[in-house]
């Protein structure tokens, strides 16, 4: 028996370092599988989120939301409440109840929220500031600064819509 050890002597030694290769191998290849799902869904929230930010940002504070800007902000409020975090999901539905209970409502504190995440998620310094929604007050009567026709959500209560 201890002769047949002695013969075996010489293969123990690479036979367990090719059991620590495959076993490293397959750690590290576990690893880096784990890392690269992480990243990408990293990366899929933060797009989704800057979509959701770009889209409620456009329709914020408008006095007459087309029903393109208006199904946008839908879709924004549904990524917001799937992909955000708690307080994105908490502040949202905290505006939603708002808006419907017609108290009004500003959407400013998510845009808020979603730009200091977002900040922060891609690197760059915190802002302490407001945000500041900017719009230029557009005179186009009937239409679209073309002359095309704006569908609007709700009917417009000026003298030049009813004009059109």
């Known amino acids: 028996m201890l002769d047949q050890i002695v013969r075996l002597a010489p ?3 690479p036979m367990i370092a090719a059991l620590f290769v495959v076993i490293g191998w397959y750690v590290v290849h576990r690893s880096n599988m784990a890392r690269d799902r992480a ?17 409620l940002e456009t329709a914020a504070n408008r ?7 208006a199904m946008a902000f839908e879709s924004a409020v ?7 975090d708690l307080g994105q999901i908490n502040e949202t539905v905290k505006y939603l109840e708002a808006h419907a209970s017609g108290r009004g409502a500003t959407i400013d504190n998510v845009l808020s929220l979603l730009r200091d995440d977002l900040r922060k998620e891609l690197g760059l310094s915190r802002v302490n500031r407001p945000l500041k929604i900017f ?3 557009r005179e186009w009567g009937c239409g679209d600064w073309r002359g095309n026709p704006v569908y609007r959500t709700s009917p417009v209560q000026t003298q030049k819509a009813s004009q059109c």
């Open 11 to 13: 293969l123990i030694g």
């Open 39 to 55: 990243n990408k869904r990293h990366d899929m929230i933060v797009q989704y989120l800057l979509e959701a930010y770009r889209r």
């Open 63 to 69: 006095e007459d939301k087309t029903e393109e800007q």
């Open 135 to 137: 719009r230029f007050v």
């Open 78 to 84: 549904a990524d917001i409440q799937l992909l955000g």
